[in-house]
């Protein structure tokens, strides 16, 4: 079935550090892939999409390019801010029963400091 | 425009009670899904409905697990009988109808069993 990895955290980073969250899929078909942000105490907030191989999906100063050919969707920013702090999953949609049935990664926390 | 919510927030339950989690989708979606987040790990699909409709019910456990969304109301997932093991935050996401539509969540319901 479909799977995705992502690296262990928590990843620490100070003020203005550039970030990569590395982030592989297995899938059957084509899937669309997502990067979803989850701050403390409430529900996930999708932050970018790609929905074809080397779209490249991009929001508040993250990227991610869908690369069909390594599976890979890595999360990069150049410059974090404390306010990033958070825990970021990956996932790719499932489209073969209808619908958008998302398959999320375990997450990678987030920690950023002054 | 009010987003998906989720009531709870927090539900606190003896071992063989049961719970009713409830979840009203954003104005507009007719698609439902739910997932449950156990400490330390990703979210994992639990059920996907339409109104009236169970479409893909593949990750509810099979036993004491139910969910429902009518045509009138919210949608419920009810949990019989709980377990210290079903002790999670229970998400809610919705979207409007189209395979490619993007989820959105609910901030969850945090359900303890004691």
């Known amino acids: 079935g479909d799977s995705v990895t992502q690296m262990e955290g928590p990843v620490t980073l100070s003020e203005e550090a550039f970030l990569t969250i590395n982030c592989t899929y297995t899938a059957t078909g084509y899937p669309s892939l997502f990067w979803y942000v989850q701050y403390p105490g409430e529900g996930l907030q999708l932050l970018l999409k790609?929905?074809?191989?080397?779209d490249k999906g991009s929001n508040k100063g993250f990227e991610a390019t869908y690369r069909k050919e390594t599976t890979s969707f890595h999360l990069e920013k150049g410059s974090v801010q404390v306010s990033d702090s958070a825990v970021y999953f990956c996932?790719?949609?499932?489209?073969?029963?209808?619908?958008?049935?998302?398959?999320f990664g375990t997450g990678t926390q987030l920690k950023v400091e002054l | 425009n009010a987003g998906v919510m989720q009531n709870p927030r927090h539900l606190v339950r003896r071992r063989g009670q049961e719970a009713r989690l409830r979840c009203s989708p954003m104005?507009?979606?007719?698609?439902v899904y739910w997932y449950r987040q156990l400490p330390e790990e990703g979210l994992k699909f639990m059920v996907y409905?339409?109104?009236?409709?169970?479409?893909?019910e593949s990750g509810m456990p099979k036993e004491r697990f139910s969910a429902e969304f009518p045509k009138e109301g919210p949608s419920i997932l009810r949990i019989q009988q709980v377990v210290r093991g079903d002790s999670a935050a229970y998400f809610c996401?919705?979207?409007?109808?189209?395979?490619?539509?993007?989820?959105?969540f609910g901030n969850g319901t945090r359900l303890t069993v004691t």
């Open positions: 996401a919705s979207s409007p109808p189209g395979d490619n539509s993007p989820l959105h």
């Open positions: 409905l339409q109104k009236e409709n169970i479409i893909d």
């Open positions: 104005k507009g979606h007719s698609h």
């Open positions: 996932a790719l949609s499932d489209m073969a029963g209808g619908g958008n049935k998302l398959t």
């Open positions: 790609a929905t074809k191989a080397d």
